[in-house]
């Protein structure tokens, strides 16, 4: 009987022909959702057990859901993307299921993005595109980027590339990650400061760090308090990094000049969220990682990944859980 592999966000099955030939050609018959929407936890614990494998989106994997199909022989959760916090890695952990990423393939597609969040911003496009359609023609002037200082937090592949595309526009750039890349940063002329001293520098501060209970409310009241009245905020790293009442508080009263938003604390956002009736935020539905090229080479990364697993191979640096080996070998060998 062939394997198989719960292909779990529903878009993915518009282009299985990128990442199918991958999984076919490892053997494995692909299931796909019953809804073209997210999986809920319920879905998943209906239908992951019993696949070998899931190609995972953001659905929440559970320490219920993982139990259930790791006990019906679930042993690898491939994320297609970087981040993982949709994941209990200890349960997979406990279960012997690896959590695989893709690393690589997305960061510049969030570059790209955390520029247009910025650019919107920064030129007032949703205010004048709005005016427009209402037969208004304001003009006035808006702010440059030139000369104005980036403050990277999150020094890793995307807050890189970030930085580089901000030189491209004259931006001194600042960072900070306690991780950094130190030969990276003295090349490229970019300061490693504290957090603090960012925060009270940077004309913009825009976020690349992962979600871990270490950077959870990074930003936070007294974060926001720190940094310029006409500064910009740009999040698409992870909702939780940012402390939204502490956000609308900021922005509605002033403390802050605008933001840019591409992931939430809740996602989707409630249609009560205060932020979401500001004039000063620009949102997006956490997409910065997802343009055609990415999600191509996500998927098909994490059908490779998959496919390595299956065939006994561990590809080394795709493993979040690295300490699972032993047990999952154990598992594989039964």
Do not use: C
Not at 17 to 26: E, I, N, Q, T
């Amino acid at each position: 009987m062939q394997p198989k592999v719960l292909v779990a966000p529903a878009p993915l099955k518009e282009i299985e022909h990128v990442y199918g030939p991958v999984l076919r050609g490892a053997g494995v018959e692909m299931v796909f959702p019953t809804r073209n929407v997210q999986m809920t936890e319920d879905e998943l614990l209906a239908q992951l057990p019993g696949a070998a494998a899931s190609l995972a989106g953001s659905e929440p994997y559970t320490r219920a859901v993982i139990e259930k199909a790791a006990a019906a022989g679930l042993s690898v959760i491939a994320r297609a993307g970087v981040g993982y916090d949709g994941v209990d890695v200890a349960a997979a952990t406990d279960h012997g299921v690896a959590v695989t990423i893709t690393p690589g393939t997305n960061h510049d597609a969030v570059a790209e993005h955390t520029f247009m969040l910025l650019l919107a911003l920064a030129k007032n496009l949703i205010t004048q595109h709005t005016a427009i359609q209402k037969g208004q023609w304001v003009r006035r002037a808006n702010q440059p980027l030139r000369g104005r200082t980036l403050g990277v937090v999150g020094f890793g592949r995307t807050g890189k590339a970030v930085a580089l595309r901000g030189q491209a526009f004259g931006m001194p750039v600042i960072a900070f990650d306690p991780f950094a890349d130190k030969d990276f940063a003295a090349k490229h002329h970019i300061p490693l400061v504290e957090l603090n001293d960012l925060l009270k520098q940077s004309d913009v501060v825009t976020l690349h760090m992962p979600m871990l209970p270490g950077t959870k409310h990074i930003i936070n009241a007294e974060s926001l308090g720190l940094m310029k009245k006409t500064a910009y905020l740009i999040n698409t790293a992870r909702g939780g990094v940012v402390n939204e009442p502490a956000l609308y508080d900021a922005l509605k009263n002033n403390r802050l000049a605008g933001a840019g938003l591409d992931v939430f604390d809740e996602e989707p956002p409630q249609p009560d969220n205060p932020l979401l009736q500001l004039d000063n935020v620009v949102m997006t539905a956490h997409t910065a990682g997802v343009d055609v090229q990415s999600r191509d080479d996500m998927a098909r990364a994490a059908a490779e990944a998959i496919a390595k697993m299956l065939a006994g191979e561990w590809p080394t640096g795709w493993v979040v859980n690295q300490e699972v080996e032993t047990k999952w070998r154990a598992r594989a060998k039964k």
